[in-house]
């Protein structure tokens, strides 16, 4: 089975939520399936303090954005993956919602914080966790969870299919690595940065974009620049999500985790 997915690459403005949101969706292609958009993409990153966090923090589903989401999904058909800042209760998470458009929404709070994050948001409490949508199987990454195999690899061991991760990279390795984890894991992943830059803190923040969308052989189907918004589209074939790297090997089959000792602390 063959489905569409977009990566929107947007250049945010801070605070100015309703044009950000706008901005994003109007990006969006007729007839897409799975729209992937970046990390905090109705807010901005960079946050001065965790009062400005709790100020444009919003309940998912019943905030604003996500309503205007869902929304937008059922409106076109499409299932749509985002970041943004939820409020739940006292607590502040960097998330990603899923809106499908039959109504129903999913959230992932992300779990490795990056630098100043852990001054602004609760670190996330929920497992990694796969979701139907689109007609496959999703799991959600955040950004700088690229960087720790052992998060793509809980989804694709789930039984994902498709990898969304909403980003505001900034380090270059990011769109590499997630090359790799579509590899090791046999799963597209799509990746949706950001570009431009923010100067609200002490370290002035500059977004690689680079936005792509990689198939389980490691191929580029599509992917952006580092300067301008746009739009990276793939139509995908499903079937070859967890197909095997040889003939003689299975990326499943042949892993040996009685070998690894991994799941403690460092030595
Ligand atoms: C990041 O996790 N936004 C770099």
């Not at 309703?18 to 990390?39: K, Q, R, Y």
């Not at 090359?179 to 992943?189: A, D, G, K, Q």
Request: glycine share 8%.
């Amino acid at each position: 089975m063959h489905i569409t997915v977009a990566a929107i690459q947007t250049s945010p403005r801070f605070g100015e939520v309703t044009a950000n949101v706008e901005a994003a969706l109007a990006a969006v292609p007729p007839g897409c399936d799975l729209a992937v958009l970046p990390e905090l993409f109705s807010t901005g990153y960079q946050f001065r303090s965790r009062d400005e966090v709790r100020a444009l923090a919003e309940p998912v589903p019943d905030g604003p954005t996500t309503t205007r989401l869902l929304a937008f999904a059922a409106e076109r058909g499409t299932h749509v993956v985002a970041g943004l800042c939820e409020r739940a209760g006292e607590r502040l998470f960097n998330s990603a919602v899923l809106a499908r458009p039959d109504g129903r929404s999913a959230v992932y709070r992300k779990v490795h914080l990056f630098w100043d994050e852990k001054d602004l948001f609760d670190p996330g409490d929920l497992a990694f966790a796969v979701h139907e949508a689109a007609g496959t199987r999703i799991g959600m990454l955040v950004c700088f969870d690229w960087m720790f195999p052992e998060a793509a690899r809980a989804l694709a061991l789930a039984g994902a299919t498709v990898l969304c991760h909403p980003s505001n990279l900034v380090l270059p390795l990011g769109p590499d690595a997630m090359v790799t984890r579509s590899i090791e894991n046999r799963v597209f992943s799509v990746t949706a940065n950001r570009v431009g830059r923010e100067h609200r803190a002490r370290a002035e923040l500059s977004f690689i974009g680079l936005s792509q969308i990689v198939a389980p052989s490691g191929q580029r189907l599509a992917r952006l620049g580092s300067n301008e918004p746009g739009v990276a589209v793939a139509r995908i074939d499903l079937d070859e999500a967890g197909a095997p790297i040889t003939p003689r090997n299975d990326v499943w089959a042949d892993r040996r985790p009685e070998m690894y000792g991994v799941g403690g602390a460092r030595s």
